[in-house]
């Protein structure tokens, strides 16, 4: 197990690294002048220099990748243009929002982890729940039904879904105040209005997959000889299906989840943008638009932390589950 | 065989699978009874409908896809019509099955144990954890599995073949059922695990005094431990009887076949094995008449008789052995002195 987490902090740490070096290059890859976008239109050549000078972009490539990491392990001093002193990890100073950047993901990561986790949840339980009964119920009207459902769900794209909702919701019934976010531990009642058609929107989409391959794995699960054992042991129907067949078929399930949520976490680009809320998706994508370069190191980084962490979680519910895994 | 105390009584049995290829009877009209103590051997390729009978006496098969009619009596309940609920109460605690491969059959993510024990309380709600886990371990034991405290919490991939088989057997045996079925108990299991498994079944059922109904393609194990001896051929009864009649005066020429086609340490070790000619037929399309006349050798003998009628089960000789063959008595003693014991299988 220790062994197991070790390995685990070690590939991620080169995964990490990877990712950050790779970041770095391509941004320095595009054929834009980052600095064009911090004094627009009336900048004179020498003001322009000065601000390169001011933000290091003249230093080699190298050095500005070294002083980069070094503030996320020891923090750096950015100069007074730059707030000052910036303590570790330190995630550098936005120069196109004039703000710290770890101020940045303080503000906007409640906002996608709210977003997420819940519709995870929600696409989970809809999802399963669907495949299940569906087949438990094959070829019934219900199993049309379900696959109904996901078939609609598989095929439809986010910002439609979102739109009907909030016009339908929001705009015609009144039901729901527009979509907006609120700190869950200010006031958890409009936290959860302001963020419900996302999730919903969200979990009708993701649920799709997760019945379709719940389904399946149910049914090839069902012919399993140690489900006809359960049976034969007298258990009634729902210890069968419940503790016998469901926790063998949830297992690609977990593997796909994780994939999905830690995928999730790194941003909702699209979601954010269909239901206007700013998270960690949409500041990503308004970094790459104005060459905001710590911001877009900060939000790729992040990303991949979640990614890895989804990783690493599936292996340990991996063995969790099925104990002929054994952690390595 | 058909003595009115019998713990199971199996009466003109048929199942039919409705198929988008059409009708499939699996089992059609097989009648047999098992006392206490006693143990019945099924014998048959795959397809003959062995296992079939013995997932319909357990009530296992889909109500939406099979269609059971005839008797299935088990302690004097007729199971045939009951409500699925009521025979899920007998499954496991009046009536326990064996299967054939262990690791496919035991759930891989729960402990060995803990099957065992879920085994008890579903019969014994009242029980407690500790008690049930106390009856598992003593179940380990019995069947001869060393250390069974430490045991019960190993899962099925830490157990080998041989001692899966035991723990299985603990399983069924766990509410001392007095139907037990064993499905080609030792079909998955090294030869020398084989003689084990079937001794510690033959022990047991001493102690437990149950009904035995032993599915198998081996007569030699059939020879071994069965009372008596039920011969399927096509989802029908082709022989039946107590097994030192039908093994050693075997009427039908499935039967020959099947003894031809055993290794005997006995006879003449330069004999050759006869296979049975062709393949087991297809349910979907059975062969009309006797289903079996295709491969027999000597159903020229009997004239279009083997295409357009089924033979009926009829006594042949000794009491309640019984043949379903066109061909005659006389005829049968005469090709079997002379084509059949003389390749020296008869044992």
Redesign the interface.
């Known amino acids: 197990m220790s062994r197991f987490l070790i390995k685990r902090l070690f590939s991620a740490t080169l995964t990490l690294f990877a990712v950050s070096v790779l970041t770095f290059l391509m941004f320095f890859a595009l054929p834009r002048d980052p600095v064009t976008s911090i004094c627009s239109k009336n900048c004179n050549p020498e003001r322009l220099e000065r601000v390169r000078d001011d933000l290091g972009l003249n230093d080699p490539l190298i050095s500005q990748y070294a002083g980069y990491m070094k503030g996320i392990v020891t923090g750096r001093d950015l100069g007074s243009a730059q707030g000052g002193r910036c303590d570790a990890p330190c995630l550098g100073w936005s120069y196109v929002t004039n703000e710290a950047v770890s101020d940045t993901i303080a503000r906007v990561l409640p906002v996608t982890l709210s977003i997420v986790i819940p519709a995870a949840i929600l696409w989970l339980l809809l999802g399963v729940g669907l495949g299940m009964v569906s087949a438990l119920r094959r070829g019934t009207w219900l199993d049309r039904l379900a696959i109904g459902f996901s078939l609609t769900g598989a095929s439809l794209q986010l910002y439609f879904v979102g739109a009907v909702l909030l016009l339908v919701f929001v705009y015609n019934l009144r039901l729901l105040p527009v979509p907006s976010y609120t700190s869950l531990f200010d006031n958890p009642a409009k936290w959860a209005s302001g963020l419900v058609l996302a999730w919903v929107a969200l979990a009708f989409l993701f649920s799709a997959i997760y019945a379709r391959l719940s389904r399946a794995q149910m049914l090839e699960t069902l012919s399993?000889?140690?489900v006809?054992?359960?049976?034969?042991?007298?258990?009634?129907k729902p210890?069968v299906y419940g503790r016998?067949a469901l926790?063998?078929a949830i297992t690609p399930v977990v593997t796909i989840a994780g994939l999905d949520v830690g995928g999730a976490l790194g941003g909702t680009v699209i979601t954010e943008t269909t239901f206007g809320i700013q998270g960690l998706g949409r500041t990503a994508v308004d970094a790459v638009k104005a060459g905001d370069l710590p911001t877009i190191m900060a939000t790729v980084l992040i990303a991949a932390v979640f990614v890895v962490l989804a990783n690493a979680l599936v292996d340990l519910l991996y063995a969790a589950?099925?104990?002929?895994v054994r952690l390595r | 065989m058909d003595s009115s105390d019998a713990y199971l009584r199996v009466r003109d049995l048929r199942v039919r699978f409705d198929t988008s290829d059409g009708v499939v009877r699996a089992v059609d009209g097989v009648s047999f009874a098992v006392e206490r103590g006693r143990t019945l051997g099924i014998v048959g390729e795959s397809g003959s409908g062995k296992s079939v009978t013995s997932l319909a006496i357990?009530g296992?098969h889909d109500a939406k896809r099979a269609t059971i009619t005839g008797e299935i009596s088990v302690g004097g309940r007729q199971l045939v019509g009951l409500p699925d609920e009521e025979v899920?109460?007998?499954?496991?605690?009046d009536m326990?099955?064996i299967?054939q491969?262990p690791l496919?059959?035991?759930?891989?993510?729960y402990?060995i144990g803990r099957q065992i024990a879920?085994?008890y309380r579903?019969?014994h709600p009242e029980a407690s954890r500790r008690e049930a886990r106390q009856r598992a371990v003593d179940m380990l034991d019995r069947v001869g599995i060393p250390q069974p405290a430490r045991r019960f919490d190993q899962?099925p991939?830490e157990f080998s073949g041989g001692m899966r088989q035991r723990a299985m057997i603990a399983?069924s045996l766990v509410n001392d059922p007095a139907l037990l079925i064993a499905d080609e108990p030792t079909t998955a299991l090294d030869v020398t695990v084989q003689a084990q498994i079937l001794d510690l079944l033959a022990d047991l059922q001493a102690e437990f005094h149950s009904a035995i109904i032993l599915i198998t393609h081996d007569l030699g194990v059939v020879g071994q431990v069965a009372d008596e001896v039920l011969v399927m051929y096509g989802g029908r009864a082709v022989e039946q009887g107590g097994v030192e009649q039908v093994l050693r005066s075997p009427q039908h020429p499935y039967t020959w076949g099947l003894l031809s086609s055993v290794p005997s340490l006995h006879g003449d070790a330069d004999a050759d094995l006869v296979p049975i000619p062709g393949n087991p037929p297809s349910l979907i399309n059975l062969p009309t008449g006797c289903a079996f006349h295709p491969r027999c050798r000597y159903d020229d003998r009997v004239g279009d008789r083997s295409r357009t009628e089924v033979p009926e089960l009829r006594a042949a000789g000794a009491d309640g052995h019984l043949v379903a063959c066109h061909l005659s008595a006389e005829e049968r003693a005469a090709i079997y002195a002379e084509n059949v014991a003389s390749v020296g299988v008869a044992r």
């Not at chain 1, 589950?321 to 002929?324: E, M, S, T, W």
């Not at chain 2, 899920?88 to 605690?93: I, N």
């Not at chain 2, 496919?104 to 993510?109: E, Q, T, V």
């Open positions: 399993e000889d140690f006809r054992t359960a049976r034969a042991k007298g258990l009634a210890a016998h926790r063998a589950i099925d104990p002929r | 357990l296992l899920r109460r007998l499954r496991g605690r326990a099955m299967f491969d496919s059959a035991l759930h891989p993510y402990s879920e085994a579903v019969h899962y991939h399983m």
